[in-house]
Structures are given as C-alpha cells and as structure tokens.
C-alpha cells in the first residue's frame, strides 16, 4: 500500500512537471495571439460595465461597440503622433547628446586609466566614447520605431478580441442558470459576480493611478523644461503596471537624460526628487485608499511573476505579469477549494 502511494506520488509529479513544461511551450509559441487575447479580456472587464449601462439605456449594441472602437481609435492616434513627433524632435538633438555622452565617456576613461596607473593594472586601449555614434543611436530608434509598428498591429488584434468579448458581456450569468440547478446556479452567479467586480476594482483603480502617475510626471518635466515630457509620461503610465521596477526606471530615465540636458545639477536633483515623490505617494498612499484594501501580493511571487512573464512575453509580459497575478488571487479567494493558495500568495500573515 505504501509503494502504491510513493508510486502515484511520484507519477503526479512527473505528470505536473509535463503540465508546467506543455503550458509553458504553449505559452511561447502562441504569444502573438494568446498576449493581446488575454490583454483583451482584462480591457473587456474594465468597459464591461460601459456597454451594459448603454445596453440597459436601449442603446444597440453595434453603436455601443462603436463608441468603444473610436475611443481606441483616438488614443491610439494620439500615442502615434506623441511617438512620432518625439522621436524626429530626438534625431535632431541626437548630436548634442552624443556629444555630450562622449565627453562623460572620456573623462571615466581618464579615471579609469589614472586608477590603472596608480595600481600598476595595464588596460588595453579603448576609447569608450567610439562605441556612441550617431548612426548607433538612429539605428536603435529605428529599431525602436519598428516595435512600434508591431505593436500597432497587436494593439488590432486585442481591440478586435475585445469587442467580440464585448458583445457577449452578460450572457454567462444567463447561461450559468440554464446550464445548473437553481441552487447551484445561484451560488456560481454570485461567486462569478463578486470576481468580476473586484477583479474590475483592482483594474480600473490601477489604470487610473497609472494615468495619474503619467500625467504628474508629465506635468513635473514640462515645468522643469525636460526634453521630451510626453514620451517620458507615457512611460510612466505603463511602467507603473511593474511594481517596484517599473516605479524606479520610469525615474531613472527621465533623471539620466537631465544630466545630459543641463550643465547644472539642480534640474536633474529636482527631477530626481520630484518624479520619486510621485511614485511613492501614487504607490503607497493613493492606491490603496481608492482600492479600499490591500492586495497583498508576496513580493517574491510579484518577481517570479515579472521573471515568468517576462521571459515567455517580453516587456509587455512584465507589464502583464502583475495585472495577471492579481486576477488569478482574487480568483482563487472566491472559490473555497482555492482559498489556501491564495492565503499563500500574500505578502504578510494575516
């Protein structure tokens, strides 16, 4: 009896590291179609109420959809041109800054071949600032430009699967009652329900910390007199989905491009300070009073998470990756069988 047992144990760990291994080859290979379908259905989530409240006013359908496709439209149109206009803005400064990182590069060489000296190291002879030309730089922005454009396709194919997600918005509930007993029904239609909402909750509140966040740091660099403050509020907006990471590369960035900038260090000292009191008081004072609670994600899990996504998805992964990990635990603290897992995906014992 006991070798039976060992034996089933050891075949359902086999069977759970082929599981892990088939969902992760699944994941890779159809990224360009499982990303913007699962980006979709968190979108979908966020507009459901939208078209419901339409639909309850006798609003058709088709029309209600329409007015979702042409709020994307303008959006998607106005990130065009914020991306385009800066990156021909930064292929005409690009001189000056390469330039300037030439010079930096220079005088770290210096340091670099003095402290050599001093401790009797020989380097071999480089010039670092060699290594900065324009034409690298343009072809890293035209590299940059062509993401862009795979991103714009993509960008498609999730407003696509949202608006078919979309049209069916309501109907599970519908179908959850046909399909079980009154009493059974009753229960997963209030489950599915309380999940829905508090999955929108967290989405909605995160998207607008996120835009708030965005535009606050918009607003700092154009007081500063920053280069480029749209481009570098955009990437607030979406770095702000990473927890942690993401809050300090959208200050970083900003901050090493105000060293280039200015000769004085009193711009990128306020920049610094500026951009990292917003990140702070966005994520750890606003958030969580418009949330009403803490989400209380391990922080160990948040990386795995980054790590996981990130490496199956790329970048978008990692901006994925916690709006994801986030819906799963809410998921799993509203069906009693999962409940355990979801206390062990807490960042605190409570």
Do not use: H
Request: glycine share 8%; net charge neutral.
């Amino acid at each position: 009896m006991v070798s039976e047992t060992k034996n089933t144990n050891l075949t359902n760990v086999f069977l759970g590291v082929i599981a892990v291994f088939v969902c992760g080859v699944v994941l890779l290979q159809l990224q360009s179609v499982l990303m913007p379908f699962v980006t979709a259905m968190l979108l979908s989530i966020i507009f459901k109420p939208v078209i419901l409240g339409l639909r309850e006013k006798r609003v058709p359908m088709i029309v209600a959809l329409f007015g979702v496709l042409l709020l994307f439209t303008l959006v998607l149109f106005f990130l065009g041109w914020v991306i385009f206009s800066s990156a021909n803005a930064f292929l005409q400064e690009l001189p000056n800054y390469e330039g300037k990182i030439a010079v930096i590069a220079d005088n770290i060489e210096a340091v670099l071949l003095g402290l050599a000296t001093r401790l009797n190291l020989q380097l071999n002879d480089f010039q670092w600032s060699d290594a900065l030309n324009v034409s690298s730089l343009t072809s890293a922005v035209t590299t940059g430009l062509g993401s862009f454009i795979s991103f714009v396709t993509s960008t498609f194919m999730v407003v696509l699967f949202m608006l078919f997600m979309l049209a069916g918005s309501g109907d599970l509930a519908k179908k959850v009652r046909g399909a079980f007993p009154e009493s059974l029904s009753k229960k997963l239609a209030d489950m599915i329900k309380v999940i829905d909402s508090q999955v929108r909750q967290y989405l909605v509140t995160k998207t607008l910390i996120s835009l708030g966040t965005g535009f606050l740091t918009w607003f700092v660099l154009m007081l500063l007199g920053v280069d480029f403050p749209l481009v570098f509020g955009f990437i607030a907006f979406i770095l702000n989905y990473i927890p942690n990471i993401g809050s300090t590369i959208a200050v970083v960035i900003p901050f090493s491009l105000t060293l280039l900038q200015f000769e004085t260090a009193s711009v990128p000292l306020f920049v610094l300070l500026g951009l990292g009191s917003i990140q702070m008081v966005m994520g750890n004072v606003v958030e969580p009073k418009i949330l009403g609670y803490s989400l209380n994600l391990s922080p160990l899990l948040i990386l795995v998470a980054l790590i996981f996504w990130g490496w199956f998805w790329g970048v978008w992964g990692m901006v994925l990756a916690v709006p994801i990990t986030a819906s799963v635990k809410i998921i799993f603290e509203n069906i009693d069988s999962l409940k355990p897992i979801a206390k062990l995906m807490n960042g605190s014992i409570s």
